[in-house]
């Protein structure tokens, strides 16, 4: 039985053939934007929930490397639409959406 998306990144386990980017490794980040309710319900393992409102004050205590791949996972929305505006006004400059399937940079 193949993974879920979702199984796959709470578990680790199998990667579909759009997901073979995507590694955990010490250069990335992966920032959810969800409530904190649906991030208890399900998230990226190693996560950090933050929202929207909460990325401008924190984002360079938590992420103090600029340089450092940033995904946000929002489920597409707009809430990741605007974190990832946000983070690049900051100054972050590799910071992508973490849609479900695929992640892609949006400019």
Sequence with gaps: MACSVVSVLLCGGCFPEEMLPITYAP??????VRTPEAFAADHVNAAINLSCD???????TLIPDKSIE?????????RAEQAIQTLKALG???????????VYALP
């Design 27 to 32: 250069e990335q980040v992966y920032l959810d």
């Design 54 to 60: 909460e990325i401008e004050a924190k984002a360079s």
């Design 70 to 78: 940033i995904y946000v996972d929002g489920r597409g929305g707009q």
């Design 92 to 102: 972050y400059p590799h910071v992508y959406m973490f849609p479900y399937p695929h």
